[in-house]
């Protein structure tokens, strides 16, 4: 049996999510910061934060306040979605009020955004260290009967700063970040928990997150919580599905169902209206806007994993056209692949790395086309068309969206960037995408450019990249579309940084951090 840690023992430190402060190594710190520092403020900012990366990093660490879901025009319609929506809330019967509606600009798209007011139990998680129940009423110094019953060691608990009230659960950070996007949380989540949990029982839930500055020692997952000694963020109260051995003892099922989230309140949507509508961040969406697909078109998505933006394409075409949908991982695309088919017909998925997907005519040799390429290519074992490239002039456009450094993505607790020389080899990398997929563009052909990061290395100066590099294409005008202009110094002139859009999280979009651009070829 596990005893309770001695007063001299390592303590567990206990935060807030609004105390929180997002991990991220000092000299990526740094390097962003200087790349926003014409964004700073002079020190009367409402929220104490004169840089511009500290703002971003805040709003980091919570949901966009808006759930997006973008429809399937093959198999549905705005109208069709907003019932079905209206529906699910109405049945499910949630603790805070949803606003639908159909987005002002990309007129395929319905939000969601909660109607609860500010006061709300979300806002109030925010700012909290624990829960707090109305009918416990605890004083400073002793214990409600409750806290008593619940916990005989509760002086020791309440040295600790654990609640008196709840028995808690521990998530890894994966786990909680996708608790704060709506998510209930999965057993293999689990790090540890209190004793004594039992089914239906209301827990109190809490992210494991390294101390700044030290290595935090490996948790062994199913230890009790009175062992737990390391840092951890509160991120909301859920109710248990099931005793707490149960979430030890198997590796799959929902352990906790969210009640209350710290934060923007967010619908849990798994398995909500998939036949009819994909979630998709908003910068995403616009991307298949700005490519502007037509009918017929041929088109090919360089890095398509795992397919939302693949699938756009072909809603906004009608299912009318080809699309070949590519990604190194042939894993990626044997499950991108079963995505496709449950959305549209006109998408053919290949395991082909995009840097190497240009095909050098030789002497003798005849040009094809794709589809020619496509239809006269074996099959391998796992369904997957074995494809090794395409010819030069074959597309009508392309959607390059390159691996980045995600360092835009929402919520986030941790940058896992290692170190500024990731920054700039994420953007080198890039360029190797770039370099064949212009080639394969037809003249007149169109395409985007796009990284979900804030990152300007990946943005800004990849478009500068583009236009030095190759005279041939034109950057296009985006500001129709929803977004920022791009920052300046950053390689492009004034006139450039308006045609391309930026997202960024501290905007009053609220989404998260985004770039992108359009280019036609001209000659």
Request: with cysteine; net charge negative; charged share 25%.
């Amino acid at each position: 049996m596990s005893l309770p840690p001695q007063d001299d023992s390592p303590q567990p430190e206990i935060l807030s999510l609004d105390e929180f402060n997002v991990a991220i190594p000092q000299d990526v710190y740094d390097h962003l910061s200087k790349q926003y520092s014409t964004l700073d403020g002079d020190g009367d900012d409402v929220d104490g934060e004169t840089k511009h990366i500290d703002r971003i990093l805040s709003c980091m660490k919570r949901s966009p306040v808006d759930t997006c879901c973008r429809v399937n025009n093959i198999q549905s319609s705005v109208k069709e979605v907003e019932a079905g929506l209206e529906q699910y809330f109405t049945e499910s019967q949630h603790n805070n009020s949803y606003a639908i509606q159909q987005h002002e600009t990309l007129t395929d798209l319905v939000t969601i955004r909660t109607t609860t007011p500010t006061d709300s139990d979300a806002a109030t998680l925010y700012h909290s260290k624990v829960p707090t129940k109305k009918t416990c009423n605890l004083s400073n110094d002793v214990p409600s009967d409750e806290s008593d019953d619940l916990f005989s060691n509760w002086q020791l608990r309440r040295k600790q700063g654990w609640p008196l009230t709840h028995r808690c659960v521990i998530v890894d950070r994966f786990c909680a970040e996708a608790v704060l996007r709506g998510a209930d949380i999965f057993v293999k989540g689990i790090l540890c928990a209190d004793a004594g949990i039992a089914e239906s029982e209301e827990v109190a839930v809490y992210a494991s997150l390294p101390r700044n500055g030290t290595k935090s020692k490996p948790i062994t997952r199913g230890m009790l919580l009175q062992n737990f000694c390391d840092r951890c963020v509160f991120i909301g109260i859920g109710i248990s599905q099931c005793k707490r051995a149960d979430y030890f003892a198997t590796s799959s099922g929902i352990g906790v169902v969210m009640v209350s989230t710290a934060g923007s309140p967010q619908p849990p949507m798994n398995g909500v209206l998939v036949e009819k509508m994909i979630l998709q961040n908003l910068p995403s969406v616009v991307v298949a806007h700005a490519l502007n697909p037509q009918p017929g078109e041929v088109i090919l998505d360089m890095c398509c994993a795992p397919g939302g933006k693949t699938t756009h394409l072909a809603s906004l075409m009608n299912d009318n056209g080809l699309i070949i949908a590519c990604d190194k991982s042939r894993k990626k695309m044997i499950s991108a692949r079963d995505f496709f088919e449950a959305n549209a017909s006109c998408i053919v998925p290949l395991a082909l790395d995009s840097t190497k997907g240009l095909l050098e005519l030789k002497s003798g040799e005849e040009w094809k086309s794709p589809k020619e390429i496509i239809d006269t290519a074996s099959v391998a074992n796992d369904g997957l068309k074995d494809v090794k490239g395409f010819y030069a002039n074959s597309f009508d456009c392309i959607l390059l969206d390159p691996p980045c450094t995600a360092l835009g993505l929402r919520p986030k607790l941790q940058i896992d960037t290692k170190s500024a020389k990731e920054l700039i080899k994420a953007a080198d990398y890039q360029q190797k995408f770039i370099r064949n997929a212009i080639p394969l563009l037809k003249v007149g052909g169109r395409m985007t450019y796009s990284t979900c990061t804030i990152n300007t290395l990946e943005s800004e100066e990849n478009v500068k990249f583009i236009l030095k590099e190759f005279p041939c294409m034109r950057l296009e005008s985006l500001s129709h579309l929803p977004g920022l202009p791009g920052l300046p110094d950053k390689g492009l002139t004034e006139e450039e940084c308006q045609m391309v859009r930026r997202f960024d999280p501290t905007d009053t979009i609220d989404t998260m951090g985004f770039f992108l651009a359009g280019f036609q070829k001209v000659f």
